[in-house]
C-alpha cells in the first residue's frame, strides 16, 4: 500500500501517538481489502462512545487524552441517553453522567457533539464526490445516494480516520463499484415516508449488499422519503448505495446508472401486497397491546417534527399512553425557537434527544457495568412508524412490535387504541 510522505510520518509517529495509532489500524484495514493507496476525506461521522457498553467511553477519553484531534469537520453518532433530559425516558442519573464524559472527549477531540442518525439535518451536509467516513449505516446510504458523497459502512475506523483526515481507498469510494446491479420497478403508489420505509425493508432483502436502482416513483421523493427509504435498505440487506436516476448523483437515466452495461431485463417488483406484507410481519400482537408509541427513526427532520405538530395540535395524549419523538438536539433546537416543542409538549409528548428506543437503556442485547444501575423496563411492545426501528426493537429489546403510518401513530398515541396503516381499496 503506498503512502505519502505525511502519510508515512503518522505512520511512524511524528505526528504524535494517537495518529500513528489511527494511521495503524487504517493502513492494516486498506491492507485487508488490498487498498492501494489512501484518500483525504473531507468529513467524518464517528462513534459517541457508548456508555452502556463496558469501557467504551473511556476508550474515547484515552484517544483524547493522547493527543486526538479530528482532522477533518466531524459529528458524532447517536448515543445511549439524552444527556439533558434522561429523566423523561426513566434512564438512570449514573448511565446519563457517564455519557456526558463522553461529550467532553469528543469536545476535547474537536468533534460536533451532535449524537444523531442523521446529522445532515443538523448542517453536516458533504457534497458530490466528497470522499468521508461514517460508522452509522443510515449516515452512509443517505450521503452515498442522495448527496453523491464516498463513503463505506465503517464501525470504530471512522474515528481513525477522522483523526487522519484519510481512508484506504476501496468499496464505494471507487467508481467501479458505484454502479446498479438491480432494477427495482415501483409498481405502486407511496403515500407516506413509511411507506418509503416498508419499500425499503421489502427491497433490503432481496438484493443484499447489492446497488438497487429504482424506477416508478409516481412523484419525486421527498429527502424524508429518500431517508426512510435508505435507512431500511440498509437495516434488511447490507445495502449502503441506491441509484434513484434524476436525484442520485451523477446519474440522470437508468442507463448511466448501470454505467453503460446492460440494464437488467429482470426488475425486482414492488407492489403493494409486498408493503403491505412488511406492515404484517412487523405487526405482531393481535391483542394490540403496547406500552410506547414512538416516531422520529430516523431522527426526525424540522420539516418532519412541524408534521409531527401539525397532526397533534390541540390534541392530548391519551391517559396512561407514553408517546416519543426522537430528534438530534440540532432540530429540537430548531424546533424550539420555532414554536413547535411547546406544541408537542402540550399534548403530553416526550420530545428526546440525543438517543431513541433502540439505543438507550430498554436494550436488552448489552450488559453494562452493573454499577451502572441499569435495568430495562419489561415492555411488551412498541407503536412504530419506521421499519427500521421495528427491526432493532425486535432484535435489541425483544419485545413485540406494531408497524404502522406516522399519522396513525400518532392516532394512536392521542387515542390509546392502536390504528393500522391504511390499506389500499
Request: charged residues 20%; contains cysteine; glycine residues 10%.
Amino acid at each position: 500500500m503506498r503512502l505519502t510522505a505525511a502519510e508515512e510520518r503518522m505512520l511512524d509517529g511524528g505526528d504524535g501517538p494517537a495518529k500513528q495509532k489511527a494511521m495503524s489500524g487504517l493502513v492494516q484495514l486498506g491492507r485487508a481489502f488490498d487498498a492501494p493507496r489512501m484518500v483525504e476525506i473531507g468529513y467524518a461521522h464517528i462513534h459517541a462512545g457508548m456508555a452502556l457498553y463496558l469501557h467504551d467511553v473511556e476508550l474515547m477519553e484515552d484517544l483524547a487524552t493522547m493527543g486526538a484531534r479530528m482532522a477533518v469537520p466531524s459529528s458524532v453518532n447517536i448515543a445511549n441517553a439524552d444527556t439533558v433530559n434522561w429523566r423523561a425516558t426513566g434512564a438512570p442519573e449514573s448511565l446519563a453522567r457517564l455519557q456526558q464524559r463522553a461529550a467532553g472527549a469528543q469536545h476535547q477531540m474537536g468533534a460536533a457533539c451532535t449524537f444523531t442518525c442523521t446529522p445532515y439535518w443538523a448542517g453536516h451536509w458533504p457534497t458530490w464526490n466528497t470522499h468521508m467516513t461514517s460508522i452509522e449505516s443510515t449516515v452512509t446510504i443517505f450521503c452515498n445516494s442522495v448527496l453523491g458523497a464516498r463513503s463505506n459502512r465503517d464501525g470504530f475506523f471512522a474515528v481513525y480516520a477522522g483523526i487522519t483526515g484519510r481512508y484506504p481507498l476501496f468499496g464505494y469510494h471507487l467508481d467501479e463499484n458505484r454502479r446498479g446491479t438491480h432494477l427495482v420497478r415501483v409498481d405502486t403508489p407511496l403515500r407516506s415516508v413509511t411507506d418509503y420505509s416498508a419499500l425499503g425493508f421489502h427491497v433490503g432483502r432481496i438484493v443484499g449488499e447489492g446497488v438497487p436502482v429504482f424506477e416508478g416513483f409516481t412523484e419525486r421523493p421527498s429527502l424524508d422519503a429518500l431517508d426512510a427509504l435508505g435507512a431500511a435498505l440498509a437495516t434488511s440487506g447490507g445495502v449502503a448505495l441506491f441509484i434513484v436516476p434524476g436525484v442520485t448523483p451523477p446519474y440522470a437515466t437508468t442507463a448511466q446508472a448501470f454505467a453503460g452495461g446492460r440494464v437488467p431485463e429482470q426488475a425486482v417488483d414492488a407492489k403493494r401486497a409486498d408493503l403491505d406484507a412488511v406492515y404484517d410481519y412487523f405487526c405482531t400482537r393481535d391483542d394490540g397491546v403496547f406500552d410506547i408509541v414512538h416516531v422520529g427513526c430516523p431522527h426526525a427532520s424540522f420539516e418532519e417534527m412541524k408534521d409531527y405538530a401539525r397532526l397533534i395540535d390541540g390534541k392530548r395524549v391519551a391517559d396512561g399512553m407514553e408517546f416519543w419523538i426522537t430528534t438530534s438536539r440540532a432540530v429540537r433546537r430548531m424546533a424550539e425557537e420555532a414554536g413547535i416543542i411547546r406544541t408537542l409538549e402540550a399534548s403530553g409528548a416526550k420530545v428526546i434527544s440525543d438517543t431513541c428506543p433502540i439505543s438507550c437503556h430498554f436494550a436488552r442485547t448489552v450488559s453494562p457495568d452493573p454499577k451502572l444501575g441499569v435495568v430495562p423496563p419489561p415492555l411488551r411492545s412498541i407503536v412504530v412508524d419506521s421499519a427500521k426501528q421495528a427491526k432493532y426493537v425486535r432484535d435489541m429489546i425483544r419485545c413485540d412490535t406494531l408497524l404502522t403510518g406516522t399519522a396513525e401513530a400518532i392516532e394512536t398515541a392521542m387515542t390509546g387504541r392502536f390504528v393500522r396503516n391504511g390499506r389500499a381499496a
